[in-house]
């Protein structure tokens, strides 16, 4: 074999292991494709450039490490700010699961069995009444109750409570009525809950509701402290989430991303609304915390994690198994789902018309802030944008192009 034919053989080895070097180094982490994965960036950055949201933050982990950490668009639309990976989102209705979780390790102490009526803790919820109509008003024709609400029914959606989202008569009174009044605490507006109808009766239904507030009052009845407090010392400082909290810090305002919709021209605006950084006092399990997609990507670690983290085991691994099983059979609203304690849960994957994993769990927040953790691919994703009104298109979006990129 003469030289020229072993300096091509040479060549041609070493290319072909650069090649294979570069496509399983460079170009992947923890079996996802970078290279698949900006079919994700590039819907983002079209989302923005069509003035559809203002900016997002998206970190994505799988197997632990950090696949894809970003910032995109901006911050403020009117000051052109642009957005940064710690950058600061009111996360809306993303509180519930975290409301769950510190309602659960009060489960775990014992201060309460999940059959247990609210009513032997919180006597208000006794006696309610059933309207009879959602289309008459909140002072509508009601009847008896058949079966108290219990605190499974509560974690579960299923109490027969309303979260006044809709446009009915009804809906829109309760909306009112409990939201739109001014509450000296939590435990104020979670029993204004128990002197409006319930909108069927405990358990024969799955409806969004109220219910985390009421179970934030019970929070604060089993540990004789502020929700605020509860989660501070048994949630946020075991996870360092120094980000999430009720209220602000000076510095911290600086960095929270304003709230958009769109005008009467179609054009992304700032809203009139934005969320008050400070002072407040409604420690709401409902809504009510602000957070960075680093805080709640350690918290939704956690729950993954079996409920362990650095050391610490904040809830056991049995508790986590309960809190992500189904637990209202084909009540929820949408095929191949179910619902746990806190969270949505995939049942069937081939009912959805999605990607995913059977065991699947996730929520979003009212203003576009969306999450999903899926044990069996060791892999969650976070995509967070202040846009209002709610639409489940970037939960749906994100799953597509985050799971399509997994190449193991």
Not at 277 to 287: A, Q
Not at 331 to 339: L, N, Q, R
Not at 392 to 408: E, G
């Amino acid at each position: 074999m003469n030289f020229s034919k072993i300096r091509f053989i040479l060549v041609f080895l070493i290319t072909c292991n650069f090649q294979v070097y570069a496509q399983s180094s460079d170009k992947s982490i923890a079996g996802i494709s970078l290279d698949r994965l900006e079919h994700y960036e590039e819907f983002i950055s079209q989302e923005i450039k069509q003035d559809n949201i203002p900016g997002a933050a998206v970190l994505i982990v799988r197997n632990g490490k950090i696949v894809l950490q970003e910032s995109y668009g901006h911050r403020d639309i009117e000051d052109q700010s642009l957005m940064k990976t710690d950058d600061i989102f009111f996360i809306q209705s993303m509180t519930k699961p975290i409301i769950t979780a510190a309602f659960m390790m009060l489960f775990e102490e014992g201060h309460f069995m999940l059959t247990d009526y609210v009513s032997k803790y919180l006597p208000e919820f006794k006696n309610l009444r059933v309207i009879k109509n959602m289309n008459d008003s909140i002072t509508g024709e009601t009847k008896a109750l058949e079966k108290e609400i219990t605190i499974a029914h509560l974690l579960t959606h299923t109490a027969g409570l309303t979260h006044g989202l809709g446009n009915s008569q009804f809906e829109l009174g309760y909306r009112k009525e409990y939201f739109m009044q001014e509450w000296p605490d939590i435990k104020s507006r979670a029993i204004q809950a128990s002197k409006l109808p319930l909108v069927d009766q405990p358990g024969n239904i799955w409806y969004y509701s109220v219910a985390p507030d009421i179970i934030a009052t019970l929070i604060e009845k089993f540990s004789g402290m502020s929700t605020n407090h509860f989660l501070e010392s048994r949630i946020f400082k075991p996870l360092n989430m120094t980000d999430t909290g009720y209220n602000l810090s000076k510095e911290q305002q600086a960095r929270v991303v304003k709230v958009t919709n769109k005008n009467d021209k179609g054009n992304l605006i700032n809203s009139d609304y934005q969320p008050p950084t400070k002072k407040n006092t409604i420690w709401s399990g409902v809504n009510g915390l602000f957070s960075t997609t680093s805080d709640y990507m350690t918290f939704c670690q956690m729950i993954m994690n079996n409920g362990q983290w650095n050391g610490t085991q904040l809830l056991s691994r049995k508790t986590i198994e309960l809190m992500t099983q189904n637990h209202v059979g084909d009540k929820y609203p949408a095929e191949g789902v179910g619902f746990g304690y806190g969270f949505a849960v995939m049942l069937d994957v081939s009912k959805t018309d999605l990607l995913g994993s059977n065991g699947n769990i996730w929520w979003g927040g009212a203003f576009n802030t969306h999450f999903f953790i899926d044990p069996k691919e060791k892999l969650i994703s976070i995509f967070m944008t202040q846009l209002n009104p709610y639409t489940n298109y970037y939960h749906d979006k994100m799953k597509q192009l985050v799971y399509q990129a997994i190449v193991d």
